[in-house]
């Protein structure tokens, strides 16, 4: 059996940027009574938040668990103002680690909210990223959030709409919310905020299925992790089948998926750390050896 790896894969820029700066101070922490937090899960891998945490990493649920005197890491994700205001103002150390490209669409969102444009956030309302970039919109009546052209269908007509995108969408359901929104407003204002890194990782997984005569790809990545669910759906829609695990044990479990496969294909999403993705390599080829 062969595998093959996909161009791009594992940690983007900004993910590795926030994990390399939590890892450096809690190595680098001398003080036993300070803590060092994140707000919300630094990124969505559990076996790397796993890891941070065995170093001492605190995860708090919101800004109120996070006791005085710590410091707290605001994750690539990127926060609200409200909540990074409020720690503030309680003397809490703030280390932002927000992703230059979220911090590009939470810019974009709060000066075209004060132009006067309506924000449509393009994205899973419940992802704490578009949750972040929503709160740097100047007023949150004038916003919306929409997961593609078919919820786009519901925008009332305004005047002037300002599209701005969830960092890990694909550019297809961007161009298709913007050719609906165009009908909506008199203006429309839209703002490709799709990373490099997403694309390129996107880029990588249609061309690994349709450069390779693949039968099949693992995909390693956090079940919660936006991206890595993107990638998923691209690569079914090439009509190739996807085994979606977390980490090297799962793919043990579901060991006969590899059954009758002659070329494997190995994408990972942007926020799996690369010694996940070794590993589950090395498994992968155990498996195969002894099948």
């Given amino acids: 059996m062969k595998i093959i790896m996909a161009s791009h894969a594992g940690f983007c820029f900004g993910v590795k940027r926030a994990v390399d700066a939590i890892e450096n101070s809690l190595k680098n922490n001398s003080n036993p ?5 994140t707000i919300g899960l630094p990124i969505h891998n559990p076996q790397e938040v ?3 945490q065995a170093m001492g990493l605190r995860v708090a649920n919101d800004e109120r668990e996070v006791p005085d005197n710590s410091e707290v890491f ?20 703030i280390t932002d680690m927000t992703c230059p490209f979220v911090k590009k669409a939470q810019d974009l969102a709060a000066e075209l909210s004060s132009k006067n444009y309506f924000v449509i956030l393009l994205g899973d309302k419940n992802h704490p990223e578009i949750k972040g970039i929503l709160g740097h919109v100047n007023n949150k009546n004038n916003a919306q959030v929409v997961a593609n052209a078919q919820e786009a269908e519901n925008v009332t007509r305004r005047a002037k709409i300002a599209l701005i995108s969830q960092t890990t969408q694909c550019e297809e359901n961007l161009i298709k919310t913007a050719e609906k929104l165009i009908l909506k407003a008199q203006e429309l204002h839209i703002c490709n905020t799709i990373c490099k890194a997403t694309a390129e990782r996107q880029d990588a997984a249609r061309s690994l299925v349709k450069e390779n005569n693949i039968d099949g790809v693992i995909l390693i990545g956090g079940k919660q992790s936006a991206n890595t669910s993107k990638l998923r759906d691209i690569i079914q829609a090439e009509g190739v089948d996807v085994l979606w695990i977390e980490d090297d044990k ?10 009758n496969k002659n070329t494997i294909g190995i994408a990972a999403g942007a926020s799996t750390p690369e010694w996940l993705i070794n590993k589950a390599i090395q498994n992968s080829k155990f498996i195969i050896h002894n099948s």
């Fill in 33 to 37: 009574e300070k803590q060092i937090w």
């Fill in 250 to 259: 799962e793919l043990e479990e579901k060991s006969k998926w590899l059954i």
């Fill in 50 to 52: 796993a890891r941070l």
């Fill in 74 to 93: 605001i994750r690539a994700h990127g926060e609200s103002r409200e909540v990074i205001e409020r720690l503030k103002a309680r003397n809490i150390k």
